[in-house]
Nanobody, 122 residues
Framework: VQLQAFGGGLVQAGGFLRLSCAAS????????MAWFRQAPGKEREFVAG????????YYADSVKGRFTISRDNAKNTVYLQMNSLKPEDTAVYYC????????????????WGQGTKVTVSS
């Protein structure tokens, strides 16, 4: 399984970015795909998750109403649309995967790829 996150960059507060996660190596129909982030000096935290097959989503309170997770089955890609970005959104963003339901614990995700860095300037 390979998960490649990309799309990060430098953006001003109030701006937007769209992250992409390209997934390959197996069929993900029964999987949950998620986005986590890790800010400097902090633990990795859950941001958003989506069930690949039927699309239920779940968000951390800190991003609810600003971020949207979605997937494109044909492209095997998961997206994270990030609007109204804040300096506290600065982090490396990862897109892990796990079989089964959406959970928020880092340790319950089986597959991780390299992250993409997002920097929000004030």
């Amino acid at each position: 399984v390979q998960l490649q996150a990309f799309g990060g960059g430098l953006v001003q507060a109030g701006g937007f970015l769209r992250l992409s996660c390209a997934a390959s190596g197996r069929t993900f129909s029964s999987y949950t795909m998620a986005w986590f982030r890790q800010a400097p000096g902090k633990e990795r935290e859950f941001v958003a998750g989506i069930r690949w097959s039927d699309g239920p989503t779940y968000y951390a309170d800190s991003v609810k109403g600003r971020f949207t997770i979605s997937r494109d089955n044909a492209k095997n890609t998961v997206y994270l649309q990030m609007n109204s970005l804040k300096p506290e959104d600065t982090a490396v963003y990862y897109c892990p995967a796990r079989p089964g339901t959406i959970v928020t614990l880092t340790t319950l995700y089986n597959y991780w790829g390299q992250g993409t860095k997002v920097t929000v300037s004030s």
